[in-house]
């Protein structure tokens, strides 16, 4: 069973708050190490009074940090734990660096070297890498739940794998059943009445019934069986037919 739930609420302001943070930090650092040292490509030290680090320019950095990562779904609990992280992350930094460029070509005040802009891109897809593995880590650990999915066992195997491919989502199948009168296979649970899968349920320890494209009424009483029950959550997947007139 579940060993706790996970406050998506608190997850989320913590993911936005690291994000602001790493852009501010990854700015102090770009700043000073270009202070510094003399860079290849670049003339020689950068003097001070070519780039100060502004309250406006923090806020603009933080802004446009927010905006890149919320664009690329990261405000989204899905975002927080898919697995495509370092995809997104590049395409986030390419839209900061675009946004970037468009302000400090239309603001000649915002004083911003490229060299520093460059830099400050670098450090803060490794600050953004870092964080964001661990808010991925936080957001899936502990939580782990069984999903029972009751369907033919064809549609069970395919669910089966479809879930497997998502590891980071939490879920791990605990079994197949099949209703009554459906063939069953080795290892697939043969149901007898919609009844019996309370048995299956506690077996399997399961927290999750995941429904397949099952026979209409057998779904349907197990399902009004299982919410009086109360000790799972109940998932059902709409059939094509059902999708087409709506009926979800």
Not at 81 to 110: G, H, K, Q
Not at 190 to 197: F, I, S, T
């Amino acid at each position: 069973m579940q060993i706790r739930t996970i406050d998506r609420s608190g997850i989320r302001w913590w993911a936005a708050a690291g994000d602001g943070f790493a852009a501010v930090a990854a700015l102090w650092l770009a700043r000073e190490i270009r202070l510094s040292l003399s860079l290849p490509f670049t003339a020689s030290l950068l003097p001070p009074r070519n780039f100060r680090l502004t309250a406006a320019l923090v806020l603009i950095a933080v802004a446009v940090q927010v905006f890149s990562m919320s664009l690329l779904g990261f405000s989204t609990w899905r975002g927080r734990i898919a697995a495509s992280l370092t995809r997104r992350l590049t395409a986030a930094l390419f839209i900061e660096l675009m946004i970037f460029s468009t302000i400090v070509f239309f603001d000649s005040r915002l004083r911003l070297p490229r060299s520093v802009l460059v830099i400050y891109l670098g450090i803060d897809g490794l600050l953004l890498a870092i964080h964001r593995t661990l808010v991925r880590r936080v957001a899936t650990a502990g939580v782990r739940g069984r999903a029972l999915i009751v369907g033919t066992a064809e549609e069970g195997r395919m669910l089966a794998h479809a879930i497997g491919r998502f590891p980071q989502a939490g879920i791990d199948v605990s079994g197949i059943a099949v209703p009554p009168g459906l063939p069953s296979e080795e290892g697939v649970f043969a149901l007898r009445d919609e009844e019996d899968l309370d048995r299956v349920i506690a077996e399997t320890q399961s927290d999750h019934v995941l429904f397949a494209s099952t026979e209409e009424l057998f779904r349907d009483r197990a399902i009004e069986h299982l919410a009086l029950a109360g000790r799972s959550s109940l998932w059902s997947l709409p059939s094509p037919y059902e999708t087409l007139i709506g009926r979800l």
